[in-house]
């Protein structure tokens, strides 16, 4: 018998891990990692020069780690919260796996390598917006928006919108209209996305004492919020090609996808307060992670064909 | 030398956590390969064969 016994995501006297290498990979949320890491992969082809591949591949790599360490600090200090959500309840540090303690400094590690082999590889422009992107999502929105502003996912969307930023900083070692463009098409694509996934989770939140949208200002409020940044998105989406970034081509299917982004949004905000299966908002919800993929591969493939002087 | 050991405080690890433990040494002792040979390429891409031709 082990003199240990778990005891919940609380510290104990005396700990013999059992964690696996599995439970620090999820710390690290692989799926948020994928989408950073496919959009500073799109920031760094579109950016204006070359790099070498391996740098290329370490600077991603650089990255991903970094976000993932930032995951690991999220989970660090709202495993109170994550254990009584059902999303979340089977995250290592709730379920007991991991030690609140081991998953703050696995997060602090992580980003210090992250910020130091990017600095290394690439350069430390993209180094420090890695690091003020890990800063903003662990302190900013984890520590201070979250638990407090139902504008949360608001303001704390930045952190997500920073990828291509960095990944484009890690080319040409600076900051220009594009990228700030890609991060803006992210940002302004958060709010609808998370309140969307709020609404049918906002019991969730409520008894995690979440401040989300719905539970704040009424879900008749949050679907109009949803739709006015469904406009907005709509917008953004065409900026690469009306400041001539990216080809009509790309124009075209952004105007496409922001039109079915309105339209699911749109049907969210026809949807009556009676409506508990919130179809809508489930399908506006799966829409939005669609319109974010193909807006990037779209930008990404404009950026391939220009090379290849295939743009129209 | 002496060595003081208090058997009745000594921590036995059950069969799981002796697997936990294996499972995180590989992957630490992976992660650790790749970071050496991360820093290994890195440097001959950044220094090129120049690496070679310093004074001794």
Not at chain 1, 151 to 158: S, T
Not at chain 1, 275 to 302: C, E, H, N, Q, V
Request: glycine share 8%.
């Amino acid at each position: 018998m082990s003199l240990v016994d778990k005891n919940g995501y609380g510290e104990v006297a005396f700990h013999v891990s059992e964690a696996h290498a599995s439970d620090y990979i999820a710390l690290l949320k692989p799926r948020v990692m994928s989408l950073v890491v496919f959009t500073a992969f799109v920031g760094m082809v579109t950016a204006p020069a070359a790099i070498n591949p391996f740098i290329a591949c370490f600077a991603i790599l650089a990255i991903a780690v970094g976000a993932g360490a930032s995951g690991s600090l999220n989970m660090w200090y709202d495993a109170d919260i994550d254990a009584v959500m059902s999303r979340t309840v089977n995250r290592p540090v709730p379920a007991g796996r991991v030690l609140p303690s081991q998953a703050l400094a696995f997060g602090l590690v992580l980003s210090g390598f992250s910020i130091g082999v990017l600095g290394l590889v690439a350069n430390w422009v993209a180094a420090g917006l890695l690091a003020f992107t890990i800063f903003f999502y662990a302190v900013i929105y984890t520590m201070w928006l979250k638990r407090w502003t139902p504008q949360n996912i608001v303001i704390g969307g930045a952190a997500g919108a920073f990828p291509p930023v960095v990944g484009w900083a890690a080319v040409t070692g600076d900051v220009s209209l594009y990228p700030i463009i890609q991060f803006l098409i992210i940002f302004l694509w958060t709010p609808p996305h998370f309140w969307a996934l709020a609404l049918f989770k906002s019991g969730d939140y409520e008894r995690a004492g979440v401040p989300m949208m719905p539970n704040v200002a009424g879900e008749a409020s949050t679907k109009r919020q949803i739709f006015a940044y469904a406009l907005v998105v709509a917008v953004t989406g065409v900026l690469p090609t009306v400041f001539g970034f990216a080809g009509n081509a790309y124009g075209l299917l952004a105007a496409g996808l922001g039109i079915g982004f309105v339209w699911y949004s749109w049907k969210v905000l026809q949807m009556p307060e009676s409506d508990r299966a919130m179809k809508p908002a489930k399908a506006l919800f799966g829409f939005s992670l669609l319109y974010l993929f193909a807006i990037f591969t779209a930008l990404l493939a404009d950026s391939v064909l220009r090379d290849l002087g295939l743009v129209w | 030398m002496v060595t003081a050991v208090k058997n009745d405080q000594r921590i036995e690890m059950t069969e799981s956590q002796k697997k936990a433990q294996r499972n995180r040494s590989v992957a630490l002792g992976l992660a650790l390969v790749a970071f050496v040979v991360v820093i290994y390429i890195v440097t001959i891409v950044k220094m090129g064969p120049q690496i070679l031709n310093r004074p001794f």
